[in-house]
């Protein structure tokens, strides 16, 4: 039988949803593929035809949100008129928004990247893609705008966002205030810094700073290395090193 | 952001949090200078050192509070501070960042649960005023009445914990630049502090302030007097939506030049309206902020925010007409005897605070009532000159005990007269007070 495109994503949404209760439930050790299939009311074999493994529902709902708030960025019909913080600020409230209803899941998340980094880094690229297409064209777009200047290494600028969103979610994970009134000041607050940085130009004149100082000192020093490594008495041991004398 | 009501500052909740905050940052910046020698910047030290004690100090008794003496002077509290140290909060007050778009949807979406282009059919995202811990903005419903909806300032409830805790240690130092024999004791200050903390939370709970709304439109029923309606559904603990009245805050309404029939028509509602609601309502607006009020072409007036409304006892209230009265006729005896009536301690026999103090205060306090229509044109320096007469009164030693009601009602009196002094109206209160004391003295 064939499904329609639609039905698929349906399915697709609702074992990412049914993932995020049971893992909530019972914790990602213990929760079994077979236990969010029958949650999703999806037939024990059919999941795997969506995701092969637990960690692939872990990290896909992380696109799924990901997905949500770029939707509900392109909803805001004013949006075109925020200004770049605003436009930062509202990325950053709308991911804690759509990340509410799952905070618990959220922190098996976290903890799981922290305990399989390489895992967690790998599937979790095709969300930074949707984060980064995001912010890089929220940059474009204010640059064309003459509300910030060229900004150099302009590609890295969407990484250190990432770095920054997952350290905001973080943040949230621990607010015990009241509404997270704490997490809604510092998101405030540094989105206002970060559109600063950006107006002045500074995190590329940073870089700039930093690469300068890189060629003229750190790679002198690594010229001075390589005199070391090319002595007459270093070369020999290496030789006899690699050919299993020593 | 557009203008923002002129005398904020005076609100005395927000004097508490982030205006005395931002006061001192606003100092600090202004007396950081370089290039100056060693004993030149202890002097600026010590300036600053003083102006931020002053500050702080200032706002912890200036504020609503039930201690005895410091609320003695809060009937004054814009006044108690230096003129210099007022323009820089007014001024620090205005730099209060206003909420982004950002904030305000969060805000509205989490308190009414949709965003406010589903909510209503236009929606300014640019804010027209300052509120009590928030902003207003205005907007369309779908039936295409206008509204004015207030957002309050997201997290400020948890926030007044911790800038209270602040508050009294640096309090606790500042009072030490504080002339001894005026320095008021500590449980003062704790109670003080309590005292605002509970206050403002009460603010931050528009319900409450809804519910007022409501309750005065039903029971405050005077020709030219307006209060808008509350809109339920689109209100909630830190959202309050109501009617968008007509009218002009009192600098742009000032700025047209509105001839002295109208002003005088202005005031004098706004009298009536403050006689009818703390005499026969037993309940007062009791924030007379200029922002509060909206004037009208024709000298009609709006009410809005009712964030601070206070019940007055009826004792209070059946009692306060014959201190008035005991003032006007200068009769010494019976005023001592109308402030034990009104739960206000001042150890008798006194003749010598009778003399120098309470006299002089009195006929301060009644020379409105002494005449049949008081001009505040001819007269524009009376709040002002009532200012030391009750600083005396607040630091009598024979006085020990105020009624909480009085601290409220002074203040209230007070804040309208400013307001009349601005209006320079003439203003007929009098006749108000003597149909009471002919049924007082029957």
Request: proline share 4%; net charge negative; with cysteine.
């Amino acid at each position: 039988m064939k499904i329609s495109g639609k039905v698929k994503e349906q399915t697709r949404i609702r074992l990412l949803e049914a993932a995020v209760d049971v893992i909530t439930e019972k914790g990602f050790e213990k929760a079994t593929m077979r236990a969010i299939a029958k949650q999703a009311d999806v037939a024990d074999a059919t999941i795997y035809n969506y995701f092969s493994t637990k960690e692939k529902l872990l990290y896909g709902y992380c696109e799924y949100v990901q997905q949500q708030v770029m939707a509900e960025l392109k909803s805001i019909e004013d949006f075109h008129e925020y200004s770049l913080q605003e436009q930062l600020h509202q990325l950053v409230e709308a991911e804690l928004r759509h990340w509410l209803p799952a905070r618990e899941f959220l922190q098996t998340v976290f903890a799981q990247t922290f305990a399989a980094p390489t895992v967690g880094h790998e599937l979790l690229a095709d969300t930074k893609v949707i984060l980064k297409t995001m912010v890089l064209e929220l940059i474009d777009a204010s640059i064309e705008a003459g509300e910030i200047p060229e900004q150099p290494y302009q590609d890295l600028l969407p990484t250190l966002f990432w770095d920054y969103q997952s350290a905001i979610l973080a943040y949230w994970l621990k607010d015990t205030s009241d509404g997270f009134a704490n997490t809604t000041k510092l998101v405030d607050q540094s989105t206002e810094i970060i559109a600063q940085l950006l107006i002045g130009g500074v995190i590329g004149k940073t870089l700039d700073m930093f690469s300068f100082l890189f060629r003229t000192h750190v790679l002198q020093h690594m010229n001075s290395l390589d005199m070391i490594f090319q002595q007459p008495e270093i070369l020999a041991a290496k030789r006899r090193f690699m050919e299993g004398e020593a | 952001m557009s203008k923002m009501p002129s005398s904020q500052i005076s609100r005395a909740g927000l004097v508490g949090s982030t205006a005395v905050k931002l006061g001192v940052g606003k100092l600090k910046h202004k007396v950081k200078r370089p290039f100056l020698d060693e004993s030149s910047r202890v002097v600026d030290k010590e300036k600053q050192y003083d102006a931020e004690a002053e500050i702080l100090f200032n706002a912890i008794t200036q504020l609503r509070g039930t201690a005895v003496k410091v609320a003695q002077m809060i009937g004054m509290e814009t006044e108690l501070l230096p003129e210099r140290i007022r323009t820089e909060l007014a001024k620090s007050y205005h730099q209060v960042p206003p909420l982004n778009r950002v904030l305000v949807r969060k805000v509205i979406q989490e308190e009414l649960g949709e965003p406010p282009e589903n909510l209503f059919d236009e929606f300014n995202s640019v804010a027209v005023a300052a509120a009590s811990l928030g902003q207003v903005h205005r907007a369309k419903l779908h039936d295409n009445r206008d509204v004015a909806v207030k957002v309050q300032y997201p997290g400020i409830h948890v926030s007044i914990d911790s800038d209270l805790k602040l508050l009294s240690k640096l309090s606790a130092g500042g009072i030490k630049l504080i002339p001894k024999h005026r320095q008021p004791s500590k449980d003062i200050i704790e109670t003080t502090v309590e005292e605002i903390g509970a206050r403002l939370r009460e603010e931050t709970d528009y319900r409450i302030e809804a519910e007022n709304t409501c309750w005065f439109k039903e029971n405050l029923n005077m020709q030219g007097v307006h209060v808008p309606i509350v809109h339920a559904d689109y209100s909630s603990q830190r959202v309050i939506t109501t009617q968008l009245l007509e009218g002009q805050h009192l600098d742009i309404w000032l700025d047209a030049n509105p001839s002295q029939k109208i002003r005088d028509r202005a005031a004098q509602l706004i009298y009536d309206v403050f006689f009818h609601s703390a005499t026969q309502l037993g309940r007062v607006h009791a924030d007379p902020n200029p922002g509060n009020f909206l004037y009208m072409e024709n000298g009609e007036i709006g009410l809005i925010d009712f964030g601070c409304v206070k019940k007055l006892s009826p004792k209070f209230v059946k009692n306060l007409p014959a201190l008035l009265h005991a003032f006007h006729l200068n009769d010494y005896q019976r005023i001592f005897e109308a402030y034990a009536s009104l739960g206000t301690t001042i150890k008798s026999d006194n003749q010598y605070d009778y003399e120098s103090v309470l006299r002089p205060f009195g006929e301060w306090l009644s020379r409105p009532v002494r005449e049949d229509y008081f001009d505040f044109k001819k007269n524009k320096n009376y709040t002002t000159s009532g200012r030391e007469l009750i600083h005396k009164m607040s630091e009598m030693p024979s006085l020990e005990k105020v009624d909480e009601d009085f601290i409220f009602f002074d203040r209230t009196l007070y804040g309208m007269f400013k307001i009349f002094e601005r209006l320079e109206a003439t203003v007929y209160m009098r006749g108000h007070w003597e149909k009471l004391w002919v049924e007082s003295d029957v």
